[in-house]
């Protein structure tokens, strides 16, 4: 198991700040001669120094205000107490080593004190981090709810009728329109909480949809679908497809004798939806969040330019850009 850098750097800064104390003091110890005695001085002032790192970061998260002060007042105490327990030992008699030791004890604080701040600000960075993904993802799961809600009622009712007319003119094609309804809303809710949904996922959940659209409008409607095979492991956000088509239905007109045309393909690494511009007489109502809402999807999600729109006096597109 790998462990983290809070726990290796604080020993190995315990290490090796008494090695730089040796190079820089020739004068005192003579590096090309380390004995056991110098080893054992080496040992006993990184563990004086771990001691220091545990009683600075015990107080740098217990302490609310004044931390710089307590912990000078705390490694002060815990000074003394190294005093009296090791440096008047055999192992510091010489009084060069004492004074040199407080000295470079006083130093180690600062850079102590800068690096334990070092991590805690980067755990809290990371924790604000956390939190607000956590955050985007209720608020994509809450939205996503909102537009399954405020679609469903009116496509429902909708399907309804259709499949009314259907039985009472007893249409062949009625039990179909009925497995279709059902494979729909088992489909929808199945994917309800999924931020993401497979590609080849969401082309039979809009292969559902628009069977049942197609047999609503009859020949009002044609669509053409060609998407790569090797494209149906990408993701995309779930019911993107729909929100698209739905968008098609609601802005245009369209009858048996003029039409809507819809092309759905993939490019590259992006589903486009191409429909003719047939506007409606009179303004459709808005339902759903549609296509604002799915760029706030995309933008949820941390994927800049999810949604591409294009439009021209005949045409209107949409690209979709599919996520690896």
Known sequence: MKLPIEKILPIALCIVFPALNAITTRGI????????????????????????????????????????????????????????????????????????FVVRYFIAII??????????????????????QQIQTENYKVQLEALRTKADPHFLFNSLNTLRTMVRHRDPKSEQFILSLSDFYRQTLRYNESTLIKLIDEVKVLESYLFLMKNRNEQAVQISIQIAEELYEHQIPTLALQTVIENCFKHNMMTSKIPLYIEIKSADNYIEI???????????SSSGYGLENLKKRYELLNIDNGVDIESTDKHFLIRLKLIL
């Open 29 to 100: 110890i003579n590096i090309t001669d380390v004995d056991s005695l110098i080893l054992l001085r080496w040992v006993s002032v990184s563990a004086m120094l771990y001691l220091l790192w545990i009683l600075l970061d015990y107080i740098s998260k217990k302490a609310e205000t004044y931390r710089f002060l307590k912990s000078i007042i705390a490694a002060t105490a815990l000074l003394i107490i190294i005093y009296n327990i090791f440096l008047l030992t055999p192992l510091f008699e010489n009084k060069n080593l004492k004074w040199m």
């Open 111 to 132: 850079p102590f004190l800068i690096i334990q701040y070092a991590f805690r600000a980067n755990k809290k960075v990371a924790q604000l981090e956390l939190e607000k």
């Open 274 to 284: 191409k429909n003719n511009i047939q506007p409606r007489i009179t303004n459709s």
